[in-house]
């Protein structure tokens, strides 16, 4: 049995909890392997609509065993608060939600270092969501982070001071208060010892047993292929490998075991932080996108980004990771308009057009080619097959398939589980 992996081709935010849930059903296992609460998947069924940070989107499905994985940076009071969030849908717990004793912990003066250097960069800031990843996952690296497993250790706290110590010297070079502390760490250690009532497990041993068992599992991406930390718009970009390779070394699974590359992408491009983005509208069409799509970020509320769809990086994204299918959503957002652009190529200052994606275009004033290509102009809340879409989104379909040369075999037309169309 092999593993499928579905992850985000652009700069996140493309839908992947909302598919997740979609295809949970076909599924035992949804495990998340990378990022951590920088990450908000929504969800909508029923009328209600939700956001997961940490806790994978199969948590809705009394069935799946959802996994956060050894790849994730966790943040035990998010997951405690996202834990009591989640009260009033009686979900078991013990059952259905196991922890990688791998998992890297996010400590509160991870979260004052990611401000503390934002603080410092100025107008380099990198936008990010101060949640305290790339302080992380840079103690991981180099070699100093606590892991999940290491709450159960008795000299924990010990382990904890030392992490401290050196944080408060590094935060020392930087005018910044460490005020907020006291109260973050009083919330740390409580969220810890709800943690250590968790089902904290070896997942590298789980998810390779649950393949050899001829289960069925499905890796999560979080974020975008356009953030990955090699191949993203370095340096804007997230602290992990938000790429397919990732859900192999975030999960301990062997490159030989992926299965399907489920890549999901808008029907046009959206961005929240800062960071090179060559489709991007700075006008009226921009900000109807952003109305329409309701582009506000589901973690800090901040407005996204808008811009046309940018073929040469959707097919960077579907090369870097290997993508078998591709899923298009938020298709109904461009109903709004007449005509809908497309970036095919870019042309540089020298007039030479080129169809590779390098983030220093942007950087040497390179424009976006667009193809131009009538609008459908109408509402999809009655579609339920694709035979009923109209021919100009067919059109758009076959015309990025094409394009893209993978198949594209779904097309989201709204937010809840329901506006899904398969093909
Ligand atoms: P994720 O991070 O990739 O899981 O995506 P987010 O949840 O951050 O952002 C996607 C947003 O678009 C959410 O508010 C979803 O409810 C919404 N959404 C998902 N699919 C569709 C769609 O097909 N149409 C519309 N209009 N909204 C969608
Ligand atoms: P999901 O999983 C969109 C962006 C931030 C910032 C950059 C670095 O919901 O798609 P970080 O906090 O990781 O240091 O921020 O990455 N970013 C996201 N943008 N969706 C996300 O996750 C993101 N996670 C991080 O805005 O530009
Ligand atoms: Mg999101």
Redesign the pocket.
């Known amino acids: 049995m092999k593993m499928d992996v579905l992850l985000?081709l652009q700069?996140?935010?493309?839908g992947?909890?909302k598919i997740v849930d979609v295809l949970a059903p076909q599924y035992e296992v949804v495990a998340r392997f990378q990022?951590?609460p920088?990450?908000?998947?929504?969800l909508e069924f029923d009328g209600i609509k939700h956001v997961l940070?940490q806790i994978p989107s199969g948590i809705f499905r009394s069935q799946i065993l959802n996994i956060i994985g050894n790849g994730v940076v966790l943040d035990p009071i998010i997951l405690k608060k996202e834990i009591e969030g989640l009260g009033k849908f009686s979900i078991d717990y013990k059952k259905n939600l196991v922890v990688s004793k791998k998992a890297t912990i996010i400590i509160p003066t991870h979260k004052l270092l990611?401000a503390a250097y934002e603080q410092s960069k100025g107008d380099k800031k990198?936008?990010?969501?101060?949640?305290?990843?790339?302080p992380t996952y840079q103690d991981k690296i180099g070699r100093s982070a606590l892991r999940i497993g290491d709450i159960l250790s008795p000299d924990f706290r010990e382990k904890y001071d030392t992490l401290l110590a050196k944080h408060k010297t590094t935060l020392s070079f930087y005018d910044f208060s460490l005020d907020a502390l006291p109260e973050m760490e009083k919330q740390f250690f409580d969220a810890v010892e709800f943690i250590k009532t968790l089902n904290l497990i070896d997942s590298e041993y789980v998810v390779n047993e649950a393949l050899a068992a001829k289960k069925k599992i499905l890796a999560e991406?979080?974020?975008?292929s356009l953030?990955d930390i090699d191949f993203g718009s370095y340096p804007?970009?997230?602290?992990?490998n938000t790429m397919t390779a990732g859900a192999c070394t975030g999960l301990g699974v062997a490159p030989s075991r992926i299965g399907e590359v489920f890549g999901i992408f808008k029907a046009y491009c959206?961005?929240?932080?800062?960071?090179p983005f060559p489709t991007e509208l700075f006008d009226e069409t921009g900000e109807a996108m952003r109305k329409e799509g309701n582009e506000f970020?589901?973690?800090?509320g901040?407005p996204?980004r808008c811009g046309w769809l940018d073929l040469p990086a959707l097919k960077y994204s579907i090369m870097i990771n290997g993508v078998t299918q591709l899923f298009m959503m938020k298709a109904d957002v461009l109903n709004i308009f007449e005509e809908i652009l497309v970036c095919t190529h870019y042309e540089l200052p020298n007039g030479e057009k080129i169809d590779r994606l390098s983030f220093e275009i942007a950087e040497i004033d390179a424009k976006p080619v667009y193809r131009k290509m009538k609008g459908w102009n109408c509402s999809l809340k009655e579609v339920s097959s694709y035979d009923q879409f109209p021919e100009e989104l067919k059109g758009y379909v076959t015309f990025l398939e094409e394009e893209l040369q993978v198949p594209i075999k779904l097309v989201s037309v709204g937010p809840d589980r329901t506006q899904t169309i398969l093909r």
């Open positions: 985000g700069w996140g935010d493309e992947k909890g990022g951590g920088n990450a908000g998947h929504t940070h990611d990198i936008g990010s969501t101060l949640k305290g990843i790339g991406g979080a974020q975008g953030l804007y970009v997230t602290s992990s959206t961005r929240v932080g800062s960071g970020g589901s973690t800090t901040r996204r």
